[in-house]
């Protein structure tokens, strides 16, 4: 590794992935790290696989076939650890984090696929150092959130690509994973790095293809656990930023007309509730928090 | 030597077209060697042009005709290849041979590819000289549409020999000769729209005008294989027979399962990462990449193979980057076509996007209807390009996805728009061939509808149903929507249209009930136009006596307001004088007052004044405390 160049760590949180995703993720991510190091954005980069799968997805041969491979190709180093279990997007991205001391954290979905100028894309906006972290343009389907056309400001960013300073992800303590076990843990964490006093920035030049699907409607396909845990995500968010209104308001459309996994999801909530296990409402949240509509930050269409 | 054939010699028949061959492309006076002579039609035209005529067969009969005529003959049986060579060799002795005929000899020869190459080997030591081929084309259009419709009927001549054993196509033929190493120079086929295999002549594949034959028939033509060609006449040189034989079709493709025809001109390269970008992250990855770069700058082209370079070598490896350097939109995709080796062939613009199931979904479709079009679904976004370097955006969306593209191919919809971008299907590769489809490079638009319509009507279309590209919509002038008039795209709709009225056209199943509905509600609607039209004529004269009317009011209130402002500025003017002249009395009365006020027994009267308003004062009060 060249000195005084920063190095990144790519972290894969991974739950019954199928083995030829990987295949197709990690020689992408090599001829991402590849052009980020030889434009001189990054020294090393390191890939790390954390699995909550109830089975290992990457066996000893493929592993060490893709450690191979990931070596020819300028990879550091390529890890693989089989979590034994489930915790989740965020609980899996803190795992990984644990003792790492890279410069840089790139937190990346297993259904993604990056560009060759991903790396190096989204390393040149850190050249400020008030940025904390910068998130991409994904494809084939633009995320709406608005950002600012001239420095690239948003409100929140998003969780399948994402990339942190390590001393800022470790300022944080990285994802609430106590509270948030899939969806808006992404939101939160964002929101939390802006109260730390750092911009969270969204690169629109910097391309990752993200796996998502679209029906007949035009519609982005929802996955199975989008309904409960996303709603749960926005009653831990309501709380947490201090938005009681917002809370009550949700709960309430909720119960008049939500569909059985936001039931559950109100469920859930109210046992925590009961149970004490609610977080903590952040001081300072309104200078960072955004409700607009269902969402986060205003949406551009 | 049966008397059948014995042929007359004619200008324009084989014998007079290959003479006139021999006459341009060989020097008088050299030996002229007809292996397989028969009567030898051709010997008295070819020496009155200057060249020594020697004919050879195994048949004496036309030998003896030959030989009465004047002619040098030798017997010679081809069928007996061991030591041919050296017997042609010894038989033209020193004499410097111009060319060797075999007319209508190798489709009767057992084994073509010994003879070629003992041909060869002769030849070579005849100091090459070229060769002169007639053979009857076995895929004229009589004997292609008989034998669609179940006939095949020999003659005892033409061009369905009763004694032919092998039997030659224009590919089949130029194959068999590049393998021993022989190249065609020169062609002067016979060509006739009718065979001697036009019989029965009212047969519906046969007879001129009937549907069946112009359909067969503009699916014949479209190839260019030798519709019409009765008998290819042609001389070959001897080269290195170092080009191997065409190998037999591969039912399974060979290749990969989809090609990709992606073109660019190189100025939105933005753009283009991410459309490559989609393809690197295919869950099906059994696919190449043909990008077009549609340029005349080797320096684009050069950016565009640095931004492939970039991408992993697995995927990297399977694009290739051609330039077309000229030519109109469709040209790259032509240069494309030509350059696929896969199964299927589909079709990604540079600014557009797909799903990670493209590929996938048209595999699915291609497994459940293999040979057809498979077909997706588009939708629609509506995009804006920032050229304002201040932002970060190359581009952004300003819309959500639009569902304007059916689910379902309907192809008489599609007789009227196109609701298949080029983005969603892909297309058999082998029907393209051996249709021989291609973009109408003469078009500005439209030149995917046409291909599509082109290829749908005859292979058929299968729906995946699923949406797997997003067609981007560029607001502004870019993009060939914003780019060519509406004229130019509704002249080329017409176009699209009128060359398919050019002949007649496969439906899909269920299209006739569709077109039976489609007349029906036209029925209804022809027969409920004239009680529309009375009620319309009706409803127009009441509007017209409405607006007579409507006049005749607007007429009236205006005189109306004239009145009113008339009566108006009357009375105005005559308020004025009065008003002036109470004004004059008031400050007559004035004038008088202030005269007595100023007077001494006015100042005098002043206390008395004051008391009599005090005494008012109290008697108020007194009331208002009486309640």
Same mark, same amino acid.
């Given at each position: 590794?060249?000195?005084?160049?920063?190095?990144?760590?790519?972290?894969?949180?991974?739950?019954?992935?199928?083995?030829?995703?990987?295949?197709?993720?990690?020689?992408?991510?090599?001829?991402?790290?590849?052009?980020?190091?030889?434009?001189?954005?990054?020294?090393?980069?390191?890939?790390?696989?954390?699995?909550?799968?109830?089975?290992?997805?990457?066996?000893?041969?493929?592993?060490?076939?893709?450690?191979?491979?990931?070596?020819?190709?300028?990879?550091?180093?390529?890890?693989?650890?089989?979590?034994?279990?489930?915790?989740?997007?965020?609980?899996?991205?803190?795992?990984?984090?644990?003792?790492?001391?890279?410069?840089?954290?790139?937190?990346?979905?297993?259904?993604?696929?990056?560009?060759?100028?991903?790396?190096?894309?989204?390393?040149?906006?850190?050249?400020?150092?008030?940025?904390?972290?910068?998130?991409?343009?994904?494809?084939?389907?633009?995320?709406?959130?608005?950002?600012?056309?001239?420095?690239?400001?948003?409100?929140?960013?998003?969780?399948?690509?994402?990339?942190?300073?390590?001393?800022?992800?470790?300022?944080?303590?990285?994802?609430?994973?106590?509270?948030?076990?899939?969806?808006?843990?992404?939101?939160?964490?964002?929101?939390?790095?802006?109260?730390?006093?750092?911009?969270?920035?969204?690169?629109?030049?910097?391309?990752?293809?993200?796996?998502?699907?679209?029906?007949?409607?035009?519609?982005?396909?929802?996955?199975?656990?989008?309904?409960?845990?996303?709603?749960?995500?926005?009653?831990?968010?309501?709380?947490?930023?201090?938005?009681?209104?917002?809370?009550?308001?949700?709960?309430?459309?909720?119960?008049?007309?939500?569909?059985?996994?936001?039931?559950?999801?109100?469920?859930?909530?109210?046992?925590?509730?009961?149970?004490?296990?609610?977080?903590?409402?952040?001081?300072?949240?309104?200078?960072?928090?955004?409700?607009?509509?269902?969402?986060?930050?205003?949406?551009?269409? | 030597?049966?008397?059948?054939?014995?042929?007359?010699?004619?200008?324009?028949?084989?014998?007079?077209?290959?003479?006139?061959?021999?006459?341009?492309?060989?020097?008088?006076?050299?030996?002229?060697?007809?292996?397989?002579?028969?009567?030898? $039609?051709?010997?008295?035209?070819?020496?009155?042009?200057?060249?020594?005529?020697?004919?050879?067969?195994?048949?004496?009969?036309?030998?003896?005709?030959?030989?009465?005529?004047? /002619?040098?003959?030798?017997?010679?049986?081809?069928?007996?290849?061991?030591?041919?060579?050296?017997?042609?060799?010894?038989?033209?002795?020193?004499?410097?041979?111009?060319?060797?005929?075999?007319?209508?000899?190798?489709?009767?020869?057992?084994?073509?590819?010994?003879?070629?190459?003992?041909?060869?080997?002769?030849?070579?030591?005849? %100091?090459? $000289?070229?060769?002169?081929?007639?053979?009857?084309?076995?895929?004229?259009?009589?004997?292609?549409?008989?034998?669609?419709?179940?006939?095949?009927?020999?003659? $005892?001549?033409?061009?369905?020999?009763?004694?032919?054993?092998?039997?030659?196509?224009?590919?089949?033929?130029?194959?068999?000769?590049?393998?021993?190493?022989?190249?065609?120079?020169?062609?002067?086929?016979?060509?006739?729209?009718?065979?001697?295999?036009?019989?029965?002549?009212?047969?519906?594949?046969?007879?001129?005008?009937?549907?069946?034959?112009?359909?067969?028939?503009?699916?014949?033509?479209?190839?260019?294989?030798?519709?019409?060609?009765?008998?290819?006449?042609?001389?070959?040189?001897?080269?290195?027979?170092?080009?191997?034989?065409?190998?037999?079709?591969?039912?399974?493709?060979?290749?990969?399962?989809?090609?990709?025809?992606?073109?660019?001109?190189?100025?939105?390269?933005?753009?283009?990462?991410?459309?490559?970008?989609?393809?690197?992250?295919?869950?099906?990855?059994?696919?190449?990449?043909?990008?077009?770069?549609?340029?005349?700058?080797?320096?684009?082209?050069?950016?565009?193979?640095?931004?492939?370079?970039? /991408?992993?070598?697995?995927?990297?490896?399977?694009?290739?980057?051609?330039?077309? @350097?000229?030519?109109?939109?469709?040209?790259?995709?032509?240069?494309?076509?030509?350059?696929?080796?896969?199964?299927?062939?589909? /079709?990604?613009? %540079?600014?557009?996007?797909?799903?990670?199931?493209?590929?996938?979904?048209? +595999?699915?479709?291609?497994?459940?209807?293999?040979?057809?079009?498979?077909?997706?679904?588009?939708?629609?976004?509506?995009?804006?390009?920032?050229?304002?370097?201040?932002?970060?955006?190359?581009?952004?969306?300003?819309?959500?996805?639009?569902?304007?593209? %059916?689910? +379902?191919?309907?192809?008489?919809?599609?007789?009227?728009?196109?609701?298949?971008?080029?983005?969603?299907?892909?297309?058999?590769?082998?029907?393209?061939?051996?249709?021989?489809?291609?973009?109408?490079?003469?078009?500005?638009?439209?030149?995917?509808?046409?291909?599509?319509?082109?290829?749908?009507?005859?292979?058929?279309?299968?729906?995946?149903?699923?949406?797997?590209?997003?067609?981007?919509?560029?607001?502004?002038?870019?993009?060939?929507?914003?780019?060519?008039? +509406?004229?130019?795209?509704?002249?080329?709709?017409?176009?699209?249209?009128?060359?398919?009225?050019?002949?007649?056209?496969?439906?899909?199943?269920?299209?006739?009930?569709?077109?039976?509905?489609?007349?029906?509600?036209?029925?209804?609607?022809?027969?409920?136009?004239?009680?529309?039209?009375?009620?319309?004529?009706?409803?127009?004269?009441?509007?017209?006596?409405?607006?007579?009317?409507?006049?005749?009011?607007?007429?009236?209130?205006?005189?109306?307001?004239?009145?009113?402002?008339?009566?108006?500025?009357?009375? @105005?003017?005559?308020?004025?004088?009065?008003?002036?002249?109470? %004004?004059?009395?008031?400050?007559?009365?004035?004038?008088?007052?202030?005269?007595?006020?100023?007077?001494?027994?006015?100042?005098?009267?002043?206390?008395?004044?004051?008391?009599?308003?005090?005494?008012?004062?109290?008697?108020?009060?007194? +009331?208002?405390?009486?309640?």
């Amino acid at each position: 590794m060249e000195s005084g160049l920063p190095s990144v760590r790519i972290q894969v949180v991974l739950f019954r992935q199928q083995l030829g995703d990987l295949w197709r993720l990690v020689p992408a991510a090599a001829a991402a790290a590849r052009h980020a190091i030889g434009a001189r954005y990054a020294g090393a980069v390191t890939v790390a696989f954390g699995d909550c799968s109830p089975r290992p997805v990457v066996g000893d041969e493929d592993l060490r076939t893709m450690q191979a491979v990931a070596s020819e190709a300028g990879l550091g180093a390529l890890t693989y650890e089989h979590f034994d279990e489930n915790l989740g997007s965020s609980g899996g991205s803190n795992r990984l984090a644990e003792g790492s001391t890279d410069d840089f954290i790139l937190v990346l979905n297993p259904d993604t696929y990056p560009a060759p100028n991903l790396l190096s894309r989204m390393l040149a906006p850190f050249h400020d150092a008030h940025v904390g972290a910068v998130d991409a343009h994904q494809l084939p389907l633009e995320h709406p959130k608005d950002f600012d056309p001239v420095t690239g400001d948003a409100s929140w960013l998003s969780g399948s690509c994402m990339l942190v300073r390590g001393d800022v992800f470790r300022a944080v303590s990285g994802f609430d994973s106590e509270h948030f076990f899939l969806y808006c843990d992404d939101v939160d964490f964002s929101w939390r790095v802006r109260l730390l006093g750092f911009r969270t920035v969204h690169e629109p030049r910097a391309v990752v293809f993200h796996d998502k699907r679209i029906d007949t409607a035009g519609r982005i396909t929802a996955t199975p656990l989008e309904g409960f845990y996303g709603s749960l995500g926005r009653l831990m968010l309501t709380h947490k930023f201090d938005r009681p209104d917002l809370l009550e308001e949700t709960i309430a459309a909720i119960e008049a007309g939500g569909t059985a996994d936001q039931r559950a999801a109100v469920d859930e909530w109210r046992r925590r509730q009961a149970a004490g296990a609610l977080p903590s409402v952040v001081a300072g949240a309104a200078s960072v928090a955004q409700f607009v509509g269902g969402e986060y930050a205003r949406h551009r269409f | 030597m049966a008397a059948r054939y014995e042929f007359s010699f004619a200008w324009a028949g084989p014998y007079g077209l290959m003479t006139r061959l021999i006459e341009a492309n060989v020097g008088p006076g050299r030996v002229v060697l007809d292996l397989g002579c028969g009567f030898g $039609p051709l010997a008295e035209p070819l020496q009155e042009l200057g060249y020594e005529y020697v004919g050879c067969d195994a048949d004496p009969t036309g030998l003896d005709s030959l030989r009465t005529r004047g /002619f040098e003959t030798h017997q010679i049986d081809l069928t007996d290849l061991d030591g041919l060579a050296e017997r042609l060799v010894k038989i033209t002795a020193e004499r410097a041979v111009g060319a060797v005929l075999m007319l209508d000899v190798l489709e009767h020869l057992p084994d073509t590819d010994g003879s070629l190459a003992q041909l060869r080997s002769c030849l070579l030591q005849l %100091d090459r $000289p070229l060769l002169g081929l007639s053979i009857p084309n076995v895929a004229h259009y009589d004997v292609g549409a008989k034998l669609v419709m179940g006939a095949w009927d020999t003659t $005892p001549s033409g061009l369905l020999d009763d004694t032919h054993v092998r039997f030659f196509t224009e590919r089949s033929l130029l194959s068999a000769m590049r393998a021993c190493g022989w190249y065609e120079i020169a062609r002067h086929d016979v060509v006739l729209r009718h065979s001697d295999q036009h019989f029965p002549v009212d047969h519906p594949a046969l007879a001129d005008g009937t549907p069946l034959r112009n359909l067969l028939w503009q699916l014949r033509r479209r190839i260019g294989d030798g519709l019409t060609v009765n008998q290819f006449v042609r001389l070959f040189a001897l080269g290195a027979a170092d080009v191997p034989p065409e190998q037999a079709p591969d039912p399974g493709g060979g290749g990969r399962f989809l090609g990709v025809l992606m073109r660019t001109q190189g100025k939105r390269m933005h753009n283009l990462l991410e459309a490559l970008t989609c393809l690197a992250a295919q869950t099906d990855q059994d696919l190449e990449v043909h990008l077009l770069v549609h340029t005349a700058r080797a320096g684009v082209v050069a950016e565009v193979r640095d931004l492939v370079a970039d /991408f992993a070598p697995d995927f990297s490896g399977r694009v290739h980057v051609h330039q077309v @350097e000229e030519g109109g939109r469709a040209r790259p995709l032509n240069v494309g076509l030509a350059a696929a080796t896969s199964r299927y062939v589909a /079709f990604l613009d %540079d600014d557009d996007l797909v799903t990670a199931d493209w590929v996938e979904r048209f +595999r699915t479709g291609v497994d459940s209807a293999p040979g057809e079009v498979v077909r997706s679904v588009t939708v629609d976004r509506r995009v804006v390009r920032n050229d304002d370097e201040l932002l970060l955006a190359p581009y952004q969306a300003v819309g959500a996805l639009e569902t304007t593209h %059916d689910c +379902r191919f309907n192809a008489l919809e599609h007789f009227s728009r196109n609701r298949t971008p080029i983005c969603s299907f892909a297309v058999p590769l082998e029907a393209v061939r051996s249709l021989g489809i291609v973009f109408d490079e003469a078009a500005a638009v439209l030149e995917d509808w046409n291909f599509l319509l082109n290829l749908a009507l005859v292979c058929g279309v299968h729906d995946t149903g699923h949406v797997t590209s997003i067609y981007h919509r560029w607001e502004g002038a870019e993009g060939s929507a914003g780019a060519v008039s +509406r004229e130019v795209w509704e002249t080329t709709h017409r176009l699209i249209v009128q060359r398919l009225d050019a002949g007649p056209l496969l439906l899909p199943p269920g299209s006739a009930g569709q077109i039976a509905l489609m007349w029906e509600k036209a029925l209804i609607l022809d027969h409920e136009m004239p009680a529309h039209n009375t009620e319309r004529a009706e409803l127009e004269t009441k509007v017209g006596r409405l607006e007579q009317d409507k006049q005749a009011l607007e007429a009236e209130r205006a005189a109306v307001e004239q009145t009113f402002a008339r009566e108006r500025s009357a009375l @105005e003017r005559s308020f004025t004088h009065e008003r002036a002249a109470l %004004d004059a009395e008031v400050a007559a009365a004035r004038a008088e007052a202030a005269e007595i006020r100023s007077s001494t027994s006015w100042r005098a009267s002043a206390p008395l004044r004051g008391l009599g308003w005090l005494g008012r004062r109290a008697l108020h009060a007194y +009331r208002r405390a009486q309640g």
